[in-house]
């Protein structure tokens, strides 16, 4: 209920918005275009009538000139001029009496001097003969004497002005609604196509808040919106993931210290019990498991530490072939009681690799490690390293083993991940080796991965940078762990 109020509180908000700037846009542009609408025609009108009087006066002087000084001819031309204009035509002489009217002659011989609904211009003598009609007369009287005075009287103008512009404001009235109406629908569209991604995701992240972290929204719409969407759904798979480490995590501690702490408590309770002895074996199958546990939480921590960015790598110059030899000579004794051959294969005159030596070494033990547990007897395991670009050297640990399925390759690295879980289980592994030794690899500044063949063996590789960029990088996080799942940073 709240969604949909607070969704559709968005859509009222960005719709009355855009009708509010739409009312204001189109109000103030139709008040602006009526105004100078009405502007530009009156002073169109303006102009033409002026026009029209000065050719009314112009015909009038020209009249004079023609009855050689006289109003003889003034009444007749008065009716002419009356018919081609629409007007009403009243001429006075220079002495203000009327000489000639259009209307049946009722104003003749009395003084007339206009009002309100008149215009007026005077009839100038003109200097020149020619007129617009092609009349050629002298002059009767000097240029520039006024003659008279021509008035015109149109009763059907300020009506048909006041027509055109009600016609006016009504066409300015039709077309704003129209496109205010037309505004409208494209806002209506606009505000939906920018509100329902906000909508989607409002309503996705509430329903992640009450616990549905399955939750996504549908990539689409502008680039805004597709960024917004992209970005949720990232959000969201991240937490999903980071909910099932911790749920994993929690099921693979559990499941890591369910067998040691049963053994432990078999043998304390059958000690109580008087079935066994606490003798020297006892004992010692006691520490060999509370030192499985031991291994599980050092890795744990560890692990935690290389995730969390907290790892602390205390870099030297080394040679990774004396390194290597050093990590065989630790693992021949076990090699040899499974008659397993391990050989040395590095490069002569590698040059020395800013690392540290500790934390490669145990990268070394836990590949070698792995290899061993998975090599039967009279295999071979080929530990070497070689200069594989300029800045690049490259380490790998090989074994004619069992090799691994291609379903479960790309998980060999997972926190717990076992192939065979009870083999692993019964040679001590805790499930955690290659995943520190991944960690351990990209602190460095360098890349891991495995290859494998079913039944001839696998291939570990992992580089070096000659030059590191950092001396001291801390491991970066590649993806979200368990250990900072659950908040182990120390």
């Given at each position: 209920?709240?969604?949909?109020?607070?969704?559709?509180s968005?859509w009222?908000?960005?719709?009355?918005g855009?009708?509010?700037?739409?009312?204001?846009?189109?109000?103030?542009?139709?008040l602006y275009s009526r105004h100078?609408?009405q502007?530009?025609f009156?002073?169109?009108v303006?102009?033409?009538q002026?026009s029209?009087?000065?050719?009314?006066?112009?015909?009038?002087a020209?009249?004079?000139?023609?009855?050689?000084?006289?109003?003889d001819?003034?009444q007749?031309?008065?009716v002419?001029?009356?018919?081609?204009?629409?007007d009403?035509?009243v001429?006075t002489?220079?002495?203000g009496?009327?000489?000639?009217d259009?209307a049946?002659?009722?104003?003749?011989?009395?003084?007339?001097?206009?009002?309100?609904?008149w215009?007026?211009?005077a009839?100038?003598?003109?200097?020149?003969?020619?007129?617009?009609?092609g009349m050629?007369a002298p002059?009767?009287?000097?240029?520039?004497?006024t003659?008279?005075?021509?008035?015109?009287?149109?009763?059907?103008a300020?009506?048909?002005?006041?027509d055109f512009l009600g016609?006016l404001?009504?066409?300015?009235?039709?077309g704003?609604g129209?496109?205010?109406?037309?505004?409208?629908?494209?806002?209506?569209?606009?505000?939906?196509?920018?509100?329902?991604?906000?909508?989607l995701?409002?309503?996705?992240?509430?329903?992640?808040?009450?616990g549905?972290l399955?939750?996504r929204?549908p990539?689409g719409?502008?680039?805004?919106?597709v960024?917004?969407?992209?970005?949720?759904?990232?959000?969201?798979?991240n937490?999903a993931?980071?909910?099932e480490?911790?749920?994993?995590?929690v099921a693979?501690?559990?499941?890591?210290?369910r067998?040691?702490?049963a053994?432990?408590?078999?043998?304390l309770?059958a000690?109580?019990?008087g079935?066994?002895?606490?003798?020297?074996?006892?004992l010692?199958?006691?520490?060999?498991?509370?030192?499985q546990?031991?291994?599980?939480?050092?890795d744990?921590?560890e692990?935690?530490?290389?995730e969390?960015?907290?790892?602390?790598?205390?870099r030297h110059?080394?040679?990774?072939?004396e390194?290597?030899?050093?990590?065989?000579?630790?693992a021949?004794?076990r090699?040899?009681?499974?008659?397993?051959?391990?050989?040395a294969a590095?490069?002569?005159?590698l040059p020395?690799v800013?690392?540290?030596a500790?934390r490669?070494?145990?990268?070394?033990?836990?590949?070698?490690g792995?290899?061993?547990?998975?090599?039967p007897?009279?295999?071979?395991?080929?530990?070497?390293?070689?200069r594989a670009?300029p800045?690049?050297?490259?380490?790998?640990?090989?074994d004619?083993?069992?090799?691994?399925?291609p379903?479960?390759l790309?998980?060999?690295?997972?926190?717990f991940?076992?192939?065979d879980?009870?083999?692993?289980?019964?040679?001590?592994?805790?499930?955690?080796g290659?995943?520190?030794?991944?960690?351990l690899v990209?602190a460095?500044?360098?890349?891991?991965?495995?290859t494998?063949?079913?039944?001839r063996?696998?291939r570990?590789?992992?580089t070096?940078?000659?030059e590191?960029?950092a001396?001291a990088?801390p491991?970066?996080r590649?993806?979200p762990?368990?250990?900072?799942?659950?908040?182990f940073?120390r």
């Open positions: 209920m709240n969604e949909r109020r607070s969704s559709a968005l009222v908000r960005l719709l009355a855009f009708a509010m700037v739409l009312l204001i846009a189109v109000l103030a542009t139709s100078a609408a502007s530009e009156q002073r169109f303006n102009r033409g002026e029209r009087l000065q050719n009314t006066a112009y015909i009038f020209i009249s004079y000139a023609q009855s050689r000084g006289s109003w001819d003034a007749r031309t008065a002419v001029a009356a018919q081609l204009f629409g009403h035509v001429v002489d220079s002495n009496v009327v000489v000639a259009s049946d002659g009722k104003l003749l011989g009395q003084h007339f001097a206009g009002g309100d609904e215009q007026q211009t009839i100038v003598a003109e200097r020149r003969r020619g007129g617009p009609f050629q002059p009767p009287a000097p240029p520039d004497t003659l008279g005075t021509v008035y015109v009287e149109n009763p059907g300020a009506a048909d002005r006041a016609r404001q009504r066409a300015l009235l039709v704003a129209i496109g205010l109406l037309a505004a409208l629908v494209v806002s209506l569209y606009l505000a939906r196509r920018v509100g329902r991604p906000i909508e995701v409002t309503a996705a992240a509430h329903r992640m808040g009450q549905d399955a939750q929204v990539v719409g502008g680039a805004e919106a960024e917004l969407a992209a970005s949720f759904n990232k959000m969201a798979e937490l993931r980071s909910q480490l911790r749920q994993q995590l693979d501690v559990a499941h890591e210290l067998t040691p702490l053994n432990i408590r078999g043998y309770e000690i109580e019990d079935l066994v002895r606490a003798d020297e074996a006892t010692r199958i006691l520490r060999e498991e509370a030192a546990l031991n291994r599980l939480i050092d744990l921590q692990l935690a530490q290389a969390a960015g907290a790892l602390r790598l205390d110059p080394a040679d990774l072939g390194l290597i030899e050093h990590t065989l000579a630790a021949r004794a090699a040899a009681e499974r008659e397993i051959a391990l050989v590095a490069e002569p005159d020395p800013e690392i540290d500790q490669i070494a145990q990268v070394l033990q836990n590949l070698l792995n290899a061993l547990r998975h090599t007897p009279g295999g071979r395991i080929e530990v070497g390293a070689r670009a800045a690049t050297v490259e380490v790998w640990v090989e004619t083993g069992s090799g691994i399925a379903d479960d790309p998980h060999v690295f997972e926190r991940y076992r192939a879980s009870s083999r692993s289980r019964a040679t001590g592994g805790s499930g955690l290659l995943t520190i030794a991944r960690q990209l460095h500044g360098g890349t891991i991965g495995a494998s063949e079913p039944g063996g696998s570990f590789t992992f070096l940078p000659v590191p960029s001396p990088a491991a970066p590649r993806e762990g368990y250990a900072h799942a659950l908040g940073h």
